[in-house]
């Protein structure tokens, strides 16, 4: 993969991670932050991640890479949840 591939693929994880990160704040009162801001956040990631799928929509072999890299990371958190706790949901 050449620069951009590599540039593309990292900017869509860390905006994956931002939108998953953020939405707990929003209900989160030890944290005193305004919920509509946090909310606002991530509505603002899944806009940016939205955009660059869009941009590289005409390159299908990094959506396919995404895709791939998105279902290994949830089936890595599903599998140690599992082995952790004997449950893949809590």
């Not at 509509?36 to 941009?55: E, F």
Request: hydrophobic residues 55%.
């Amino acid at each position: 993969m050449d620069l951009t591939s590599i540039s593309t693929l990292g900017s869509a994880g860390f905006l994956l991670i931002f939108a998953a990160v953020i939405p707990p704040c929003v209900h989160a009162p030890h944290t005193n932050s305004r919920g509509w801001i946090s909310a606002a956040g991530a509505v603002a990631c899944l806009a940016a991640l939205g955009a660059l799928v869009w941009q590289t929509r005409d390159r299908t072999l990094k959506l396919w890479v995404l895709a791939a890299l998105v279902a290994l990371a949830v089936m890595i958190e599903g599998g140690y949840r599992l082995l952790a706790n004997g449950d893949p949901i809590a």
